[in-house]
């Protein structure tokens, strides 16, 4: 373990996976970037932001299920980012908010998900959408009411 600033690099093993990261000393929030099987020695760089979240804008003529059909999941993609530039945490060591295509989970939509956490989300209206920022994305706790 190796002291950086005011985080603090950490590694541990299990089973020959190697997982490697920086824990922030304030606000007490664990930031796992990187778990895979590594070698001893490998350098792990600090990553460039904390969170991801992807906000599925994908439409469907056909008229199948997809999460962007009204628009809606465009707007909350918009309402996200501003958000969280509202809250200081956009950007570069902080979050960044994406639009994807579809996420393959279109009958629970709309769908949004969160990195490196892996937590799937849906919402109904910019309530939600607030409450995923202002908890998971600024805080680092999950919303569980809106897990799928
Ligand atoms: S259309 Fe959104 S998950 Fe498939």
């Excluded at 009958?107 to 919402?123: C, F, K, R």
Aim: proline fraction near 5%; charged fraction near 25%.
């Amino acid at each position: 373990m190796s002291v950086k600033s005011s985080v603090v690099r950490v590694e541990r093993r299990q089973d020959g996976v190697c997982f490697q990261g920086w824990i922030r000393k304030r606000p007490p929030i664990w930031l796992l970037w990187h778990s895979s099987v590594l070698p001893e020695g490998v350098p792990v760089e600090k990553p460039y932001y904390q969170r991801h979240i992807f906000f599925c804008t994908n439409q469907r003529e056909s008229g199948k299920a997809a999460c962007n059909n009204s628009g809606v999941a465009d707007a909350m993609a918009k309402l996200a980012k501003q958000r969280a530039k509202d809250l200081g945490i956009h950007g570069p060591d902080g979050v960044r908010v994406n639009r994807a295509g579809c996420l393959g989970r279109c009958a629970s939509g709309p769908i949004a998900l969160v990195y490196p956490e892996g937590v799937w989300y849906t919402y109904v209206d910019a309530e939600d959408v607030l409450e995923i920022v202002d908890s998971h994305l600024k805080d680092g706790v999950v919303v569980e009411r809106l897990k799928i």
